[in-house]
């Protein structure tokens, strides 16, 4: 909570005050909540006194004239549940009450009128948390017994603190739960709602008009178009488009309109490959092929919601069938592989993912784009292959180097960036250092060997 003075500029015809102003209050301490309706509780005689009502919503209160005493208890859950705080607000003073906490105001002047801001409508279908003014567990002294004020028959019957359900708290929606990133997110995140393609698809509006937005302070889109050489099929290319712009736009729309933080994923696709320095977050753009134009595009969609983070990321191994997976098959069936070889960059386990998420949510640095990737050296594909026929115990001299262009000769493809090193500076700022990639390939090649 938040108590504000506010200056009263006053001559012979009266005062004037600016109630709210958004650039002063955000420099005083005052979250930019948001505001999307205006209130005014007008009452005729002192001592009326409404409340304690805790409600989805953040408020900002204040008084246009006469006086109110003002009493807050947290009906949050968690260790300040039951806490008090009382003020006393005329007009040269204001309140920001946050969601869950519940307000009461009583009123020691005749004609007392407040104001509050609110920042999400009503709605009947709203989870409010409600408690007895005269709960004796929190003891607010009130200024006029509560035997001589006006109360209204429901304020009565609210129960005692022992009874009440702690609200609440927002919770984290992700999107694209049974994906090989919503997996890992899963077991970093337990307590998340997750959502799989079934319940939220992006490409589906209804299916985010259905979803109680109100609900959630944070959204992982772990849901992506990712067959890149589909992509470059006249179905693929409009699939593509649909699932990582168009329906990520409604996506990002939503987080706007409920004031979401947007956490989403993009790739190393966006750039074309060239030269041989690592790409940093603000480079631009320039990416080769349909797949990597719609993530290009769906970071400038996101990057139009205030709370966001962008992860862009490299060669990511999961759950299910990947890279990793595939040669270590290969090696134990005796076979032979040619691999790629010109192309660098470092693998990104879907685990060190999840965990830089929960870094970012946690620690909530500045607002933007941040490459995440393991660390270590930048390799080559064959060079991985290598690693994982060494480590699974196989002669890496089986693995045979090739170019690019020589692996994709005569296939339809999606054409691959070269270079894709992906400077890790900015995260490490943050105080995010992910394992080393060749560390992480070996706790996945044993996890996977055990399974």
């Known amino acids: ?70 009493a807050w208890v947290d009906l949050r859950a968690g260790p300040s549940f039951g806490t008090v705080f009382t003020a006393e607000i005329g007009p040269d003073t204001a309140i920001f009450v946050p969601r869950g906490v519940g307000n009461s105001y009583q009123t020691l002047k005749d004609d007392t009128a407040y104001v509050y801001l609110v920042n999400d409508h009503w709605s009947p279908n709203a989870a409010y948390t409600f408690l007895n003014l005269e709960d004796e567990t929190v003891a607010i002294e009130w200024p006029i017994p509560l035997a001589e004020s006006e109360r209204s028959a429901k304020d009565l019957t609210h129960p005692r603190l022992a009874d009440v359900s702690p609200f609440k708290p927002l919770r984290t929606l992700v999107i694209g739960a049974n994906g090989q990133l919503g997996c890992a997110i899963r077991e970093a995140l337990p307590d998340a709602d997750f959502a799989d393609r079934s319940r ?16 959630y302070d944070t959204v992982i889109n772990a849901a992506a178009y990712t067959a890149v050489d589909k992509a470059e099929t006249s179905g693929g290319r409009a699939a593509c488009w649909d699932s990582n712009v168009t329906g990520l736009s409604r996506l990002a729309s939503v987080a706007r309109e409920h004031r979401i933080t947007l956490v989403h994923v993009s790739s190393d696709y966006v750039f074309d490959g060239s030269g041989s320095l690592p790409w940093t977050e603000t480079d ?24 966001h983070f962008i992860l862009r990321t490299s060669w990511v191994i999961g759950d299910g069938d990947n890279f990793v997976r595939t040669m270590s098959s290969l090696a134990g069936r005796g076979v032979d592989p040619s691999v790629v070889q010109d192309q660098i960059g ?8 999840a965990a830089g998420i929960m870094h970012l949510l946690s620690v909530r640095p500045e607002y933007g784009i941040y490459n995440l990737t393991n660390g270590g050296p930048h390799v080559s594909w064959a060079e991985i292959a290598r690693r994982v026929f060494e480590i699974t115990g196989h002669d890496p ?29 900015k995260i490490a700022a943050t105080g995010f250092v992910p394992r080393d990639a060749d560390d992480a390939l070996r706790d996945y090649l044993q996890d996977a060997t055990q399974d």
């Open 284 to 307: 631009a753009p320039a990416p080769l092929g349909v797949y990597g134009h719609t993530k290009a595009a769906g970071e400038s969609v996101v990057a139009q919601v205030p709370r």
């Open 397 to 425: 001299g089986r693995v045979t180097g090739v170019s690019t262009a020589e692996y994709f000769a005569g296939k339809h493809a999606a054409p691959r960036p070269l270079n894709s090193r992906l400077s890790l500076e």
């Open 1 to 70: 909570m938040v108590l504000i003075d506010l200056p009263l500029h006053g001559d012979n015809r009266g005062w004037f005050k600016e109630n709210w102003q958004r650039e002063k209050m955000m420099s005083l301490g005052l979250p930019d909540f948001g505001p999307v309706q205006n209130n005014i509780s007008f009452n005729d005689k002192r001592g009326a006194t409404r409340g304690i009502h805790a409600e989805p919503w953040d408020k900002y209160v204040s008084v246009a004239t006469g006086s109110i005493f003002g």
């Open 200 to 215: 939220i698809d992006l490409t589906k509006p209804e299916t985010l008009d259905a979803v109680s937005w109100s609900e």
């Open 346 to 353: 470092r693998l990104t386990f879907t685990a060190d993912i």
